[in-house]
Antibody, heavy 122, light 107 residues
Framework: QVQLQESGPGLVRPSQTLSLTCTVS??????????WNWIRQPAGKGLEWIGR???????NYNPSLKSPVTLSLDTSKNQFSLNLKSVTAADTAVYYC??????????????WGLGTTVIVSS | EIVMTQSPATLSVSPGERATLSCRAS??????LAWYQQKPGQAPRLLIY???TRATGIPARFSGSGSGTEFTLTISSLQSEDFAVYFC?????????FGQGTKVEIK
C-alpha cells in the first residue's frame, strides 16, 4: 500500500523559507510512472496546486504563486521536498503531497498524504 | 491557466436521492478530468479519473461523464458517508487547476 507522509515545521516566520518533506513508502519515486506533487489548501478554501517534480528532475510550478518555489528529490531516502521562500501570511495553509500519474489517462492525484498545517506568523 | 468552475456551490440532498454536480473548464481539457471527495479534516480522495473511470475501491453509485469543457459527477443514491465537498480538477495542462468545490449537504 502506497503511503505519503508530510513533515516539517508547523510555524514559519514571515519572510523566511517554508521547507517541507514528503516521505514515500510502498512505491519508489524513481519508478518513472508518476509525478510527485505539492498542493495546499487555506482553511475553509479550495485546493491550489503548487508544483510537481519528475524523476528526471524536471519541474513545473504554479506561476500564480507569489513566493518563489523549488522542488527537489532525494532518491536515497525516497523523499521529495518543497521550499517556499519569503513567505507571508497568505501562505498559511494545509500542505499536501500527492502522487500523480504521468501517462494518460492515469493523470490524476491518486494517493495523498494526510496533510500538514503550516502557519506563517511572527 | 485553465479556470475550472463548479456548480452549484452547495447542493442540499436527502439520503437516497440522486445528486448531480457540474464542472466547466474555460477551455477544452479533453477527457483529462478528475473528481475528488473531501471530508472535514481529511485529505481529498480520488473518485474519478479520465472523466468517467472510477478509481480503485470507489462504489458504483459514483459516475462521471463529459468531455471537452463540460463534466458531470453523479451520485445515484446518496449515502450518509457521501455528504462532503467535491472538487473537479483538470489534468490536461500545467498548472493543474481545481474547481472551487461543491458542498453536498443533508437536506
Amino acid at each position: 500500500q502506497v503511503q505519503l507522509q508530510e513533515s516539517g515545521p508547523g510555524l514559519v516566520r514571515p519572510s523566511q523559507t517554508l521547507s517541507l518533506t514528503c516521505t514515500v513508502s510502498g512505491d519508489s519515486i524513481s519508478s518513472g510512472s508518476y509525478y510527485w506533487n505539492w498542493i495546499r489548501q487555506p482553511a475553509g478554501k479550495g485546493l491550489e496546486w503548487i508544483g510537481r517534480i519528475y524523476i528526471s528532475g524536471s519541474t513545473n510550478y504554479n506561476p500564480s504563486l507569489k513566493s518563489p518555489v523549488t522542488l527537489s528529490l532525494d532518491t536515497s531516502k525516497n523523499q521529495f521536498s518543497l521550499n517556499l521562500k519569503s513567505v507571508t501570511a497568505a501562505d498559511t495553509a494545509v500542505y499536501y503531497c500527492a502522487r500523480g500519474g504521468s501517462h494518460h489517462p492515469f493523470l490524476a492525484f491518486d494517493v495523498w498524504g494526510l496533510g500538514t498545517t503550516v502557519i506563517v506568523s511572527s | 491557466e485553465i479556470v475550472m468552475t463548479q456548480s452549484p456551490a452547495t447542493l442540499s440532498v436527502s439520503p437516497g436521492e440522486r445528486a448531480t454536480l457540474s464542472c466547466r473548464a474555460s477551455q477544452s481539457v479533453n477527457n483529462n478530468l478528475a473528481w475528488y471527495q473531501q471530508k472535514p479534516g481529511q485529505a481529498p480522495r480520488l473518485l474519478i479519473y479520465g472523466a468517467s473511470t472510477r478509481a480503485t475501491g470507489i462504489p458504483a453509485r459514483f459516475s462521471g461523464s463529459g468531455s471537452g469543457t463540460e463534466f458531470t459527477l453523479t451520485i445515484s443514491s446518496l449515502q450518509s458517508e457521501d455528504f462532503a465537498v467535491y472538487f473537479c480538477q483538470q489534468c490536461d495542462n500545467w498548472p493543474r487547476t481545481f474547481g472551487q468545490g461543491t458542498k453536498v449537504e443533508i437536506k
